[in-house]
Nanobody, 123 residues
Framework: QVQLVESGGDVVQVGGSLRLSCAASGRTASSNAMGWFRQAPGKEREFVAVISRTGGSTYYADPVKGRFTISRDNAKNTVDLQMNSLKPDDTAVYYC????????????????WGQGTQVTVSS
């Protein structure tokens, strides 16, 4: 079992930056691929970014490519999402996810996910 707790959500102005963090706990936390997805009001869930167990591979959704950076620290069992050049369309609840495969996070069927943290980009 893996437990995930997100933090860092806030209200930020257009063009601003925000860093989300996810703390993972549980016996197999460091052995999972981890990532982020988001859900805006009235919209379906959307994949954001994923990182492999070792951190050697990352993959981003097109809308965030070049603006967001995912990273992990296996010693601390954390995964971060650095978000720059934020846009109103980035407003959503952001969820941390974990799974044994990158694929399952990308297609939004992760084995574990957190409660989410709200990001609001105001203009």
């Amino acid at each position: 079992q893996v437990q995930l707790v997100e933090s860092g959500g806030d209200v930020v102005q257009v063009g601003g930056s925000l860093r989300l963090s996810c703390a993972a706990s549980g016996r197999t936390a460091s052995s999972n691929a981890m990532g982020w997805f988001r859900q805006a009001p009235g919209k379906e869930r959307e994949f954001v970014a994923v990182i492999s167990r070792t951190g050697g591979s990352t993959y981003y959704a097109d809308p965030v490519k070049g603006r967001f950076t995912i990273s992990r620290d296996n010693a601390k069992n954390t995964v971060d999402l650095q978000m720059n050049s934020l846009k109103p369309d980035d407003t959503a609840v952001y969820y941390c996810a974990a799974d044994q495969t990158l694929h399952n996070i990308v297609v939004l069927i992760p084995q574990y996910w957190g409660q989410g943290t709200q990001v609001t980009v105001s203009s």
